[in-house]
């Protein structure tokens, strides 16, 4: 019975827990999942930025490629024309000293998700290989994926036509035969990162029709030059 009653010893102070080991654990355990958590939410970072890359890269050279904008002709009419009449041939020629009007009808179709802007337009018109006429047309913008349209009015000088040795032979057949030459130069701007510089060139042929003073055929071909 009085052994019994005896008083155990105390453990050993080295064998108690501290608690000082049991918060470096817990900061442990803490940090881990700290780092876990950090490196999952920069995985998932890392991954929407790689797919919203390639994204961007498909949109650029699919739907927002640069296209090249389209310069039409659509119509061309003459005005002021004044004839006279010769004893050397059998229809009636422009009367010297007097100027003869043409009005172009000429659209830009932009093609493209973003404003195309160009800078003053040049059209000249020639007869044979020299220079009757030339007007300007001033800056401007064609919105996105629409069709900006303006009138071009050009002076003739008909001296020209009529000192111009093969005059004879245009007037014989009845067509007064010359060449347009338009030029639009200007810029597209995607997404404020990516622009190209074109300039669309236009060449026609038109016949004028001296009796009736009207544009009898037409044929034009189209360049664009980066």
Sequence with gaps: MVERDQIRPLAPA???????DDNETTLNIKKRFHQRRCFKYCACV????????????????????????????????????????TSGTLLPIPKPGSNMTIKADVSVKNPNYSSFRYSNTTTTISYR????????GPPGKSKARKTMRMNVTID???????SHPGLQDDISSGLLTMNSY??????????NMIKKYVVVK?????????????????????KVKL
Excluded: W, Y
């Excluded at 030029?183 to 995607?190: A, E, P, Q």
């Excluded at 236009?202 to 009207?214: E, F, G, H």
């Design 46 to 85: 890392s991954t929407f930025l790689f797919l919203l890359a390639i994204i961007i890269i498909i949109l650029i050279f699919t739907v927002f490629k640069i296209k090249d904008p389209i310069i039409t002709m659509n119509g061309v009419t003459v005005e002021k024309l004044d004839l006279v009449n």
């Design 156 to 162: 003739i000088i008909t001296d020209k036509i009529v």
């Design 129 to 136: 290989n020299t220079v009757v006429g030339e007007a300007r």
């Design 14 to 20: 080295s064998d108690r827990p501290h608690s000082s």
């Design 202 to 222: 236009m060449n026609c042929s038109i016949a004028v029709n001296i009796t009736s003073q009207s544009i009898q055929d037409q044929k034009c071909t189209k």
């Design 182 to 191: 338009t030029s639009v130069g200007g810029r597209v701007k995607l997404l």
